[in-house]
């Protein structure tokens, strides 16, 4: 931070954090509430609106360390990142199920497709235009599918998105905008339809509210009674999911 150092850092600090951790405070005018993200490498980043309360912060803080020191370890313990080899046999995931890919002669009209339980690529100039090609596939597709998801679980939680997007977030899995548009990254659509259903339901709850807190927590659960053992599921699943490295 720049500047006068914001009272609701020096609350944080007093904390028993771990010693290890790094973390960051940022203000955040738009904000009215606590935001905590933990990025790839387990930084942490607490965002607080510019009115914050030390003394609520901390607590907030406090009130959710011992899931947060989860969430850093795991990210910190995280494989490598996982890379493709765009080759005859190399398995895709697409909603939980394996498909095998197969490369096809490239002619007007073709394109990525699931045929016959094969996962068919068009031959492609080099690798990267292959994995980006993939990519788009499951952009294309998940968009589809979510679009048909999203209307009922918005009816649930009692809100109105303006539109739906799928692409590449960088090492966010979902996010939602201040004009309602909600975004759920393309890799996402990798993993099993009822953890692609969680990463939904929580950008839409979001729509209602900002925070992690008990409000949001009551959003979440009131479409899927069970998010806590989703939750438990997709911290599992999601480290191994392929975000468009190939070789």
Do not use: N
Not at 10 to 32: F, G, M, N, S, Y
Not at 173 to 195: I, N, S
């Amino acid at each position: 931070m720049t500047g006068p150092v914001h009272p609701a850092q020096q609350a944080i600090a007093a904390l028993p954090l771990p010693d290890e951790w790094e973390w960051e405070l940022v203000v955040r005018p738009r904000r009215r509430t606590l935001g905590i993200d933990v990025a790839p490498d387990g930084g942490v980043r607490f965002a607080v609106p510019p009115d914050a309360d030390p003394r609520e912060v901390a607590a907030a803080v406090r009130s959710r360390l011992p899931r947060l020191a989860d969430e850093v370890r795991r990210r910190r313990e995280r494989p490598g990142e996982q890379v493709k080899e765009l080759v005859d046999g190399t398995s895709f995931a697409y909603l939980g199920r394996r498909h095998r890919l197969r490369i096809v002669p490239t002619g007007e009209g073709r394109r990525v497709r699931l045929h016959q339980g094969w996962l068919e690529l068009p031959r492609p100039a080099d690798r990267r235009a292959g994995g980006r090609s993939i990519a788009e596939w499951y952009a294309g597709r998940g968009s589809r599918w979510l679009s048909m998801r999203m209307p009922s679980y918005a009816g649930v939680i009692g809100v109105s998105p303006k539109a739906l997007e799928v692409r590449d977030l960088g090492p966010h899995w979902g996010a939602c905008a201040p004009d309602g548009t909600v975004t759920v990254h393309w890799a996402v659509l990798q993993l099993p339809a009822a953890l692609v259903d969680l990463v939904l339901v929580h950008e839409l709850s979001h729509l209602r509210t900002s925070g992690h807190g008990a409000e949001f927590r009551g959003h979440v659960r009131r479409a899927l009674p069970d998010a806590d053992e989703r939750e438990r599921r997709f911290a599992e699943e999601e480290p191994e999911l392929w975000r468009g490295a190939v070789r």
